[in-house]
Nanobody, 120 residues
Framework: QVQLVESGGGLVQAGGSLKLSCAASGIIFSGATMGWYRQAPGNQRELVAQISATLDSMVDSTYIGDRVKGRFTISRDNAWQTIYLQMNSLKPEDTSIYYC?????????WGQGTQVTVSP
């Protein structure tokens, strides 16, 4: 059974930082493309950042969305089967539920989400 468990969300003031974690189980983690998405009420779910599988490459390639470029960083630790999203210089518009996604073996898996709230 595949499980993705996010943690690290919370309430922070604008300009502050948070680090989200997503622990995966039930998949060959190094072979999975992992990503962070977010969805605010009334909005579509959007891709925030993505990191490639490392099964065939020693170098991870990453994608960072334009709205968070320069502020957010995605990373992975294959030994701990965990990805991270370091979020700096947070803005009120970053307030959302943040979801972890794994693309593995032709299927997509989602975590339950973690709330991030940025106060002005």
């Amino acid at each position: 059974q595949v499980q993705l468990v996010e943690s690290g969300g919370g309430l922070v003031q604008a300009g502050g930082s948070l680090k989200l974690s997503c622990a995966a189980s039930g998949i060959i983690f190094s072979g999975a493309t992992m990503g962070w998405y977010r969805q605010a009420p009334g909005n579509q779910r959007e891709l925030v950042a993505q990191i490639s599988a490392t099964l065939d490459s020693m170098v991870d390639s990453t994608y960072i969305g334009d709205r968070v470029k320069g502020r957010f960083t995605i990373s992975r630790d294959n030994a701990w089967q965990t990805i991270y999203l370091q979020m700096n210089s947070l803005k009120p518009e970053d307030t959302s539920i943040y979801y972890c996604k794994a693309d593995w073996s032709g299927r997509a898996y989602w975590g339950q989400g973690t709330q991030v709230t940025v106060s002005p």
